[in-house]
């Protein structure tokens, strides 16, 4: 890290220690949410990044008199490293010991620890609470927030326009979805849900926003009570015209600042208010108890209902991800093309221009709207770093001695994409092609298997990474997750990984399904594809595929591969040249010819079929 940016950094921590011993903190908890506790956060928002110099999606700081311990996953830890100053910000990992866990060790008899209850959940306190009073420490939550308080140039809150969803895209009316709600709320004898994700919201209503990059939906709160009385808190200001027009009867606006206020007016003894616990600020679990109601903590019934998608949605997806598929194959044929004789010339390509480029040709596609999240564009070691940013000045040149991996998605009017390739030319690293051939046996296993309702996530994780496992290689990160519908790219609650889930994979749902294998200080392999779930006719599920990308078929051993293996892969790339030569370019479209033709298995090696 750059002296300078060192020293900028200390001295905020001074100030944000004057400041905490103003309040009489002994601790300062600094979580990477917002108000509405999702993964992207404007730049009003960044708190940890302003403490730490971390600017992951994940993470959460202890900011203490005398020191600060920065937990991150295992996604993020050599960005933490390379962000953030040892001597100022000691580090650790999110899961293997968690926060908590540290706490219950660190806290000191009477310490006072603080943290802001509209960034944490209920579930997160209801640890840290556990875990202070392990140590006889307390936790309080504090009016106004520190970080704030020192922050001079803290950027604005967002102003993104809100517009209307329509019903031609959405394919349920906001007045339907209600309907269903109020069913719920009827079965659990609620008087009032309590939404403060904004994916949900703008699901549930039917609007789209531009508050937070990649998040095509604005920040806002509602509260719907059981006689179906919905209130939105929102800034109206950041209307479209029209949009008032297109909102239901039954949906009263209020000033976002006033979500609390109306709350604590709304809510009465006795009342019993459904709220998720892992998805909205303790301090709405703290104004319904402090009002002798009770909080019913449980997984927020919108989110279930968003996760299946209806047909009018899956349509949208499956249509814009032929779109997106273009995109890549224009892609493709330019970086195979060009890096060989870029490098050649003394120029090579670097991976900010690769990140341009494949934006450039989405930007050429129909519906398109914006990135679905940073594209990570790494080439060589860099693809060790599972979420690596390039730097536009001084990113790394992508040469034919080096495979390069790239990870991006867009929003569309339709849908949202996510999809992942790795890309070889001259040499492979040793150990690639291993290495390679076991994330594509990966990837076959998990997206041909049929699997039983009740299924969850973690009950098909190891059947991915069995393959990588027979080599004595894993991967630090899940195997899928959820993406929504012009949404969030990652959407709860379904998702594939090690860790416990108890959300049973259903009808409708789209996951995707990433394998790979990262080779510190060498190479890092990722292939991703989205699928949808559906049913057949014997009542079992199966992933139906969405992405229909060349997979590279160079760096595979070709007669390790099962005839199975052989056969799923021809018959994909015959669908995707089926689908998306004729949208291509002249010379895109022969280089995609070149990357779909079909490949065989012999005894004594490999070769491409004629």
């Known amino acids: 890290m750059p002296e300078n940016r060192s020293a900028v950094l200390a001295e905020r921590l001074t100030a944000l220690r004057e400041e905490m011993k103003t309040r009489g903190l002994d601790a300062l908890v600094v979580p990477r949410f917002d108000a509405h506790q999702g993964e992207y956060v404007a730049p009003h928002d960044e708190r940890l990044g302003f403490v730490t110099g971390f600017t992951g999606s994940a993470g959460v700081a ?26 100022l910000i000691e580090r650790d990992h999110l899961f293997e010991n968690p926060p908590e866990a540290w706490l219950a060790e660190t806290a000191q008899p009477e310490w006072v620890i603080g943290y802001d209850a509209m960034l944490l959940p209920p579930n997160w306190v209801k640890r840290f609470e556990g875990a202070a009073a392990t140590s006889g420490a307390v936790m309080t939550p504090l009016t106004g927030n520190p970080v704030d308080a020192v922050w001079a140039d803290q950027p604005a809150e967002p102003f993104g326009t809100i517009s209307a969803f329509p019903l031609q895209f959405a394919g349920v009316s906001a007045s339907q979805k209600r309907g269903n709600l109020l069913e719920l709320m009827m079965a659990e004898e609620a008087d009032f849900l309590v939404e403060t994700q904004p994916d949900n919201i703008a699901w549930f209503l039917n609007v789209r926003g531009d508050d937070v990059a990649y998040n095509p939906m604005p920040q806002s709160f509602l509260l719907l009570d059981k006689t179906g009385v919905g209130h939105w808190f929102v800034n109206r200001d950041k209307f479209e015209d029209g949009l008032d027009d297109t909102l239901p ?15 604590c ?9 459904m709220l998720d616990p892992d998805f909205s600020p303790a301090a709405v679990t703290h104004l319904v108890r402090a009002a002798k109601a009770e909080a019913v903590h449980g997984l927020s019934p919108v989110t279930s209902a968003k996760a299946c998608k209806n047909d009018t949605e899956l349509e949208g997806l499956r249509a814009c991800h032929v779109e997106d598929a273009v995109a890549w ?8 093309s060009t890096v060989p004789s870029r490098a ?34 790494c080439a060589g070691a860099n693809a060790a770093m599972c979420h690596y940013a390039a730097d536009p000045d001084v990113s790394a040149p992508v040469l034919p001695s080096a495979p390069y991996l790239l990870d991006s998605g867009g929003q569309y009017e339709t849908g949202t994409t996510d999809a992942t390739r790795s890309y070889s030319f001259d040499t492979l690293p040793e150990g690639y092609a291993e290495a390679y051939t076991a994330v594509y046996k990966a990837l076959f296993a998990l997206a041909t298997l049929r699997f039983p309702k009740g299924t969850q996530g973690h009950h098909i994780d190891a059947i991915c990474r069995r393959p990588l496992w027979d080599l004595g290689l894993d991967y630090d990160h899940g195997t899928g997750h959820g993406i929504g519908h012009r949404l969030s790219v990652h959407e709860q609650p379904q998702r594939i990984g090690k860790p416990f889930n108890p959300i049973d994979l259903a009808t409708g749902m789209v996951l995707s399904i990433e394998p790979g294998y990262y080779k510190a200080g060498s190479y890092g392999i990722r292939i991703e594809n989205l699928f949808e779930i559906r049913e057949a006719d014997d009542g079992f599920l199966y992933f139906e595929n969405l992405t229909w990308i060349p997979i590279q078929t160079d760096a595979l051993i070709l007669d390790r591969l099962s005839e199975a293996e052989t056969d799923w892969l021809n018959t994909y790339h015959a669908k995707v040249e089926e689908l998306v030569a004729a949208r291509c370019s002249v010379d895109a479209k022969r280089w995609l010819t070149a990357a779909c033709r079909p490949v065989a298995r012999r005894s004594s090696g490999w070769q491409q079929a004629v």
């Not at 194959?329 to 195979?336: M, P, T």
């Not at 398109?368 to 940073?374: A, D, G, M, N, P």
């Open 249 to 263: 009867e039954w949906l009263k606006l209020h000033p976002k600042d006033a979500f609390l206020d109306v709350l």
């Open 344 to 377: 050649a010339a003394g120029n090579p390509v670097s991976e900010y221009e690769a990140e341009a480029k494949i934006l450039e040709f989405r930007q050429a596609r129909p519906g398109f709207l914006s990135e679905s999240f940073h594209t990570i564009s």
């Open 329 to 336: 194959v224009e892609f493709g044929f330019w970086l195979q």
């Open 265 to 273: 007016a709304e809510v009465k003894p006795g009342n019993k208010v």
């Open 62 to 87: 202890i900011v203490m008199l005398d020191r600060v311990r920065l937990f991150v996953d295992g996604r993020y830890t050599v960005q933490a490293q390379n962000q953030c100053p040892a001597h």
